[in-house]
């Protein structure tokens, strides 16, 4: 199998694109998108090129809200001139994912509007406002990801490392 990696200026966080050939022509993951700066510098230019040679971005993995994970993923999704039917499918667990998950009320204090980096709680607020985008575009995420979970593409199995359970509690508890 073929497979190339890029790791995508992110500063302090990360954006890290995958592309490999599988059972049937090439596929692409993203794993986070570190900040807003790292869309512009360089995620809007890997997206675009996916789309230009007829590729899909086939999962979209943000493995924690942190803002050097999750900013450059607001901006994509803010983004007008990116369709966003190049994304398949989201691993992401937000907040409703892991209510349902664990069988929890979803305390409604949590929905809130879009945010200003000013903000306290930025990166909740951050995954509360991308969970709404992927509400509104009906994009795939489902199941929350945890440790030991095997996620197959075409060809390829990623095997999640992190989190455990008892840390998906305590962020489901937030």
């Known amino acids: 199998m073929t497979c190339q990696i ?12 995958l592309r490999f050939k599988g059972l049937d022509g090439f596929h692409n ?20 090129r996916i789309r230009e040679v007829g590729e899909c971005l086939d999962l979209l993995i943000i493995t924690h809200v942190d803002d050097d994970h999750i ?16 994304i398949k499918r989201v691993l992401f667990n937000s907040g ?9 009320s979803i305390d409604k204090n949590r929905e809130l509007g879009l945010v200003t980096s000013s903000e306290e709680n930025l990166s909740f607020n951050q995954a509360n406002t991308l969970e709404n985008h992927l509400k509104c575009l ?10 030991n979970d095997i996620i197959r593409i075409n060809g390829a199995n990623l095997h999640i ?3 455990n359970l008892e840390s998906l509690e305590e962020l489901n508890s937030k």
């Open 96 to 104: 409703t994912v892991l209510s349902e998950f664990f069988g929890s």
């Open 138 to 147: 009906e994009i795939s995420n489902h199941v929350p990801i945890k440790f």
């Open 71 to 86: 900013g450059g993923i607001l901006s994509l999704f803010e983004d007008d001139t990116i369709n966003k039917d190049l």
């Open 6 to 17: 890029k790791v995508l200026p992110a500063f302090q966080g990360d954006c890290i694109f």
């Open 29 to 48: 993951i993203l794993i986070d998108g570190g900040i807003k700066a790292t869309y512009q510098l360089a995620l809007k230019k890997e997206l675009q």
């Open 161 to 163: 490392l992190t989190p």
